[in-house]
């Protein structure tokens, strides 16, 4: 039997040394095999598959610009690419059955 899970554990508020993140699923339907492994490789670099098409990641509003405009680059017509911003309300009510809960952003200390 599944189980439904709250993101709500999972949620930490930034730091003043730490830039505000946000939690964003981003999904495709690109034709072209080629342009569709060049956008799931950047996105991948910002956080995980969950699905064929469909990822979530953590991301600075200055990182999710810098994803929109790269991802933007390599768009063409008859291509759909959508980026959903959740905020912090919806994230603590996201559920899941059969996968992980959407993962807390990673904070790397050097």
Do not use: F
Not at 91 to 110: F, K, M, Q, W, Y
Request: aromatic fraction near 6%; proline fraction near 5%.
């Amino acid at each position: 039997m599944g189980t439904s899970h709250s993101a709500s554990a999972r949620a930490r508020p930034a730091t003043l040394a730490e830039p505000e993140r946000h939690l964003v699923v981003v999904a495709y339907d690109i034709p072209s095999d080629r342009r569709r492994a060049r956008i799931a490789n950047r996105i991948l670099g910002y956080g995980g598959r969950i699905q064929g098409s469909v990822y979530e990641v953590w991301v600075t509003d200055r990182q999710l610009e810098s994803l929109w405009s790269s991802l933007g680059r390599e768009v063409k017509r008859g291509d759909l690419l959508r980026v959903y911003l959740l905020c912090g309300a919806c994230v603590v009510r996201t559920r899941s059955h059969g996968h992980d809960e959407p993962a807390s952003p990673v904070a790397l200390i050097l």
